[in-house]
């Protein structure tokens, strides 16, 4: 979930993209690890900013069968849930349209909370943990995942440094942007102010993999709200940029199959 501006820049043929060439390499591996840490019999579940539904469909294969729907997908953009009702159909998820800092849901109606790689786009952390917290169950566990620093996930760090080079006197920042919740002791005051009275923040590195290094260049490029600022600059195009990160990514990395490392932070809060 991207709050206001940049969730309305998820629109068009961005879903699709993002889904399709970001997906597997920077979300699949990551959706793994946070459900895997999860309870499989403490329904319901809500999947917090659950976008093109990259962490949803893996939560459904965790959670045990139960009662007739297990996870409520919640996200701020149309457009991402309009994909994620397509692209992952099941009787099981309810969906719903709303903000992390006011929660359309009762106190106390779900077992978990899960939310992967979208708590640093939200404008008020604190009002979010307390909304999540609220809507928890006693006992209840908040996960989620947050992007370490961009020095150890080169795959933007490498598209910041080509963006900057194609646009000199104005480079565009949003790559800077998923990497700006990054320090363990904020994220901990941040939840303890929310009212969390247990939290443990785990570093986990793991690898992300593509059929080849312009796959991943056009989901880093036309999957994200990078599109935007790059055409409305209007001095290079979004293709030209495409083809100079899979040049230098070709280059780093080497031609066919790909893979690059990428750290994140795990966050399991205790209600």
């Given at each position: 979930m991207l709050e206001s501006a940049k969730a309305s820049s998820?629109?068009?043929?961005?879903?699709?993209?993002?889904?399709?060439?970001?997906?597997?390499v920077l979300f699949d591996p990551c959706a793994t690890d946070l459900t895997r840490r999860i309870d499989p019999d403490a329904t319901p579940v809500l999947d917090l900013a659950s976008g093109t539904g990259r962490l949803t469909a893996p939560l459904l294969q965790r959670l045990n069968p139960g009662p007739q729907f297990a996870v409520v997908a919640l996200d701020l953009n149309p457009a991402m849930q309009l994909f994620a009702r397509a692209h992952v159909p099941s009787p099981r998820v309810r969906r719903s349209i709303g903000d992390a800092r006011q929660l359309p849901f009762a106190n106390g109606v779900f077992a978990q909370v899960v939310c992967q790689h979208a708590v640093m786009f939200f404008p008020d952390k604190v009002q979010a943990a307390s909304e999540v917290l609220r809507v928890l169950r006693p006992g209840g566990a908040f996960h989620f995942n947050v992007w370490a620093s961009i020095e150890y996930n080169?795959?933007?760090?490498?598209?910041?440094?080509?963006?900057?080079?194609?646009f000199p006197s104005d480079p565009p920042r949003f790559y800077q942007t998923p990497f700006g919740y990054s320090d363990a002791k904020r994220i901990e005051r941040d939840l303890a102010q929310g009212g969390f009275r247990s939290v443990a923040i785990e570093q986990v590195d793991l690898v992300g993999r593509c059929s080849?290094?312009?796959?991943?260049?056009?989901?880093?490029?036309?999957?994200?709200?990078?599109?935007?600022?790059?055409?409305?600059r209007g001095t290079h195009s979004a293709d030209d940029l495409v083809a100079a990160?899979?040049?230098?990514?070709?280059?780093?990395?080497?031609?066919?199959?790909?893979?690059?490392?990428?750290?994140?932070?795990?966050?399991?809060?205790?209600a």
């Amino acid at each position: 979930m991207l709050e206001s501006a940049k969730a309305s820049s998820f629109v068009g043929s961005i879903p699709e993209t993002y889904d399709r060439h970001l997906g597997p390499v920077l979300f699949d591996p990551c959706a793994t690890d946070l459900t895997r840490r999860i309870d499989p019999d403490a329904t319901p579940v809500l999947d917090l900013a659950s976008g093109t539904g990259r962490l949803t469909a893996p939560l459904l294969q965790r959670l045990n069968p139960g009662p007739q729907f297990a996870v409520v997908a919640l996200d701020l953009n149309p457009a991402m849930q309009l994909f994620a009702r397509a692209h992952v159909p099941s009787p099981r998820v309810r969906r719903s349209i709303g903000d992390a800092r006011q929660l359309p849901f009762a106190n106390g109606v779900f077992a978990q909370v899960v939310c992967q790689h979208a708590v640093m786009f939200f404008p008020d952390k604190v009002q979010a943990a307390s909304e999540v917290l609220r809507v928890l169950r006693p006992g209840g566990a908040f996960h989620f995942n947050v992007w370490a620093s961009i020095e150890y996930n080169p795959l933007q760090q490498i598209a910041d440094t080509v963006g900057a080079q194609m646009f000199p006197s104005d480079p565009p920042r949003f790559y800077q942007t998923p990497f700006g919740y990054s320090d363990a002791k904020r994220i901990e005051r941040d939840l303890a102010q929310g009212g969390f009275r247990s939290v443990a923040i785990e570093q986990v590195d793991l690898v992300g993999r593509c059929s080849s290094a312009e796959h991943v260049a056009i989901g880093l490029v036309k999957g994200n709200p990078i599109l935007g600022e790059i055409q409305t600059r209007g001095t290079h195009s979004a293709d030209d940029l495409v083809a100079a990160l899979a040049r230098e990514l070709q280059r780093q990395y080497g031609m066919g199959a790909f893979e690059a490392p990428m750290r994140t932070l795990v966050i399991k809060a205790t209600a």
